[in-house]
């Protein structure tokens, strides 16, 4: 399985081998790092897939990180799985692929379901902090940290935003905070 999860020529016989591995405890580091560099992105949004449940294997979350996220639905998996792994460069990653594609409803859903009490707050303030963000994402942003009620996030959110210096759209996102905390 491993030669053909590695060196099959199509991606369609390299991406079952991979999960087969995967299902039978065969899959060993240096495939899944492979297949997260894979020329296909088939193949790399499965090997993300299946990265979630490897994040002990060392290496890994600095390939996940680094995976070329060319594709949609590569970077809707990659949210997804950013979203299990509990370290702030993660969080960081997630916001700059919300900001990246805010036109994707499939994105904003994989970014908003990755958010979590231990991550909510980088990525909030990440995306506040920049200056193409759309508003859309950011009152999403805003409601998701509020209704997860995670005090110290809330408190770096409402401290950023005072920090704004657009007043009328500050006390906007302010509100818009309090009301989700009701």
């Known amino acids: 399985l491993k030669p053909m999860a590695v060196h099959g020529n199509r991606p ?3 991406i079952p081998g991979l999960h ?26 499965h090997a993300l897939c299946i990265a979630e449940s490897h994040f002990d294997v060392p290496g890994l979350g600095e390939a996940v990180l680094a995976c ?3 594709t949609l639905p590569l970077r809707t998996q990659l949210a997804f799985t950013l979203g299990e792994w509990p370290d702030a460069r993660a969080a960081d990653r997630l916001a700059e692929l919300a900001i990246r594609s805010p ?16 991550n909510v707050g980088v990525v ?3 995306v506040l902090e920049a200056p193409n963000a ?8 805003l409601e998701q940290t509020a209704s997860l009620a995670e005090r110290d996030a809330v408190r770096a959110v409402i401290v950023a935003l005072t920090e704004t210096p657009d007043s009328a759209r500050t006390f906007s996102r302010i509100a818009r905070t309090f009301d989700a905390l009701s």
């Open 124 to 126: 909030t303030q990440s």
């Open 68 to 70: 070329d996220a060319s």
């Open 103 to 118: 036109e994707s409803c499939y994105l904003a859903a994989a970014g908003v379901s990755s958010l979590h009490s231990q």
């Open 134 to 141: 759309p508003e859309s994402l950011i009152t999403s942003l």
């Open 20 to 45: 087969a591995l995967n299902l039978l405890e065969g899959l060993d580091a240096q495939t899944l790092l492979r297949s997260l560099q894979d020329e296909h992105p088939e193949v790399r949004r």
């Open 12 to 14: 369609e016989s390299r």
